[in-house]
C-alpha cells in the first residue's frame, strides 16, 4: 500500500464548469500519473509528473491540464467539462517507470 | 511504437479450470513486462513482473514468463476460483521512457 488516495471519489458536476481532482500520497514516490478508464479502450494516460513542477502530457491530455507543487499532491482540472469526460480516473505513483505503478481508489466523474 | 496486445474479453470459466490470457508486445529494445490485476471497484495492482528474457514472474498461482522469440507474456494459472474474477491489464515499460504502455484488459468471470 504506497497510501494513495484520491479526492473526491466520486463527482457530478455540469458541461462548462471546471472541475479539479486531488491525489494525495505519503510515500514520497517521484513520478505520479493521470489516467481514465473506459469501457472498450482501457487505461490511457492523461499527464504524469516526474518531479515537483516537472509535468509532461500523455495520450489524452487536450482539455486537461496537471499541476504539482509539492510532492505528495498531484492536481488534475478539466479547465470546462465536457460530456466526453465522464469517465472512471486514476492516479498512480512510481519511483521509476521500471518500477511497479500503485493505483489509487479511483475517481468516478459524471458530467451531464 | 511500442504496444501491447492482449486478448478480448471476457474469458468465462468453471472453477478449478486452467487460465490463459494471451499477451503479446511491439518493442523497439527490450521492455520489462507486467500483468496487473483490477478487482471490482478498486484500483489496478501488480500481479506480477518480468524485467528480461525468459524471467518467469509469479504470484498467487499465477505465473507468466518473458518470451523475447513470440514477444510473449501470456498469463497461466493451473486452477482457478471464484475470487480470481477480475479485469487482467498486461503492460510494457522501456528503459529511458516515463511511461507505461497497457493493455486494454482482459475481463475473467470465474463460475462457482
Known amino acids: 500500500d504506497a497510501g494513495i488516495t484520491q479526492s473526491p471519489r466520486h463527482k457530478v458536476t455540469e458541461t462548462g464548469t471546471p472541475v479539479t481532482l486531488r491525489c494525495h500520497q505519503t510515500e514520497n514516490h517521484r513520478y505520479m500519473y493521470w489516467y481514465r478508464q473506459d469501457p472498450g479502450h482501457g487505461l490511457r494516460l492523461i499527464h504524469y509528473?516526474?518531479?515537483?513542477?516537472?509535468?509532461d502530457k500523455g495520450e489524452v491530455s487536450d482539455g486537461y491540464s496537471v499541476s504539482r507543487s509539492k510532492t505528495e499532491d498531484f492536481l488534475l482540472t478539466l479547465e470546462s467539462a465536457t460530456s466526453s469526460q465522464t469517465s472512471v480516473y486514476f492516479c498512480a505513483v512510481s519511483e521509476s517507470s521500471q518500477e511497479t505503478q500503485y493505483f489509487g481508489p479511483g475517481t468516478r466523474l459524471l458530467v451531464l | 511504437g511500442n504496444s501491447v496486445t492482449q486478448m478480448e474479453g471476457p474469458v468465462t470459466l468453471s472453477e478449478e479450470a486452467f487460465l490463459t490470457i494471451n499477451c503479446t508486445y511491439t518493442a523497439t529494445g527490450y521492455p520489462s513486462l507486467f500483468w496487473y490485476v483490477q478487482y471490482p471497484g478498486e484500483g489496478l495492482q501488480l500481479l506480477l513482473k518480468?524485467?528480461?528474457?525468459?524471467d518467469k514472474g509469479s504470484n498467487k498461482g499465477f505465473e507468466a514468463t518473458y518470451r523475447k522469440e513470440t514477444t510473449s507474456f501470456h498469463l497461466e494459472k493451473g486452477s482457478v476460483q471464484v475470487s480470481d474474477s477480475a479485469v487482467y491489464f498486461c503492460?510494457?515499460?522501456?528503459?529511458?521512457?516515463?511511461?507505461?504502455?497497457f493493455g486494454k484488459g482482459t475481463r475473467l468471470h470465474i463460475l462457482p
Open positions: 509528473s516526474y518531479g515537483v513542477k516537472d509535468t
Open positions: 503492460a510494457l515499460s522501456m528503459n529511458r521512457d516515463d511511461k507505461i504502455i
Open positions: 518480468a524485467t528480461k528474457a525468459d
